[in-house]
């Protein structure tokens, strides 16, 4: 992939980790070209690197459109994502640096900022990086890609979720809880907290797919 088609590629799918592009919404080749000012070709690339990860769906003689996740299907990757994300902080718990400690604070007080001034789009980003540095500090090098490339697909949903009421003032309480049991070394009493984090069900289940159903209304 060329360096212009790869910008193009992060260009796009963070247009859909915002819901400027939504699920289900046609992806053209020569609208997208216009917008970013470039020939089809690259535009071509980078939908082809973002089908491959599974952000857009590629259909014969019809196009490309945003992937849409079924509800059972939607659960079913937040179960995986939450056993990815437990399994990295157990490892973090028993692995990370005093360094990579400090680091971890300071992810966590930006998303205390954040959270402060109830910016949940900035909090968003400030998450990620937060979780970032846990799958950073497993010291796995596989276990780590394969959260982040979960990480990236479930990225319009997990925003989604920063947005239902009282949400994020409840991640930051648990972030703090997760900080509290990496530094104190304690892997089963991380993997337990970033399982629960993570893992949507009950209410939390029901108040995204509210979410969606909002979108969906909107782009009718």
């Not at 699920?23 to 609208?31: I, K, S």
């Not at 939607?74 to 179960?79: H, I, S």
């Not at 994300?85 to 990370?96: I, P, Q, V």
Request: proline residues 2%; hydrophobic residues 40%.
């Amino acid at each position: 992939m060329t360096s212009r088609a790869q910008s193009l590629r992060d260009a796009i799918e963070e247009q859909i980790a915002i819901g400027k592009l939504r699920p289900g919404e046609h992806l053209d080749e020569t609208v997208l070209a216009t917008q970013f000012r470039v020939s089809r070709t690259p535009i071509r690339e980078a939908l082809i690197q973002l089908a491959t990860m599974g952000l857009v769906v590629i259909r014969p003689r019809r196009g490309a459109v945003v992937a849409e996740i079924a509800p059972q299907q939607l659960v079913e990757m937040f179960e995986v994502m939450a056993e990815l994300e437990a399994m990295c902080g157990r490892l973090a718990a028993r692995r990370m640096f005093s360094e990579e400690h400090a680091d971890l604070l300071k992810a966590h007080q930006a998303c205390k900022e954040a959270h402060d001034e109830g910016n949940s789009d900035d909090y968003y980003y400030q998450n990620e990086a937060f979780h970032q540095q846990i799958y950073a500090g497993s010291h796995n090098a596989f276990l780590a890609e394969q959260a982040r490339n979960l990480h990236r697909r479930l990225r319009p949903y997990r925003r989604l979720q920063l947005r239902v009421r009282n949400r994020m003032a409840t991640s930051f309480t648990e972030h703090d809880e997760i900080v509290k049991a990496i530094i104190a070394g304690n892997g089963e009493r991380t993997a337990q907290l970033l399982r629960e984090h993570v893992m949507i069900q009950g209410q939390r289940f029901a108040d995204l797919i509210a979410s969606l159903s909002h979108l969906a209304s909107k782009a009718a």
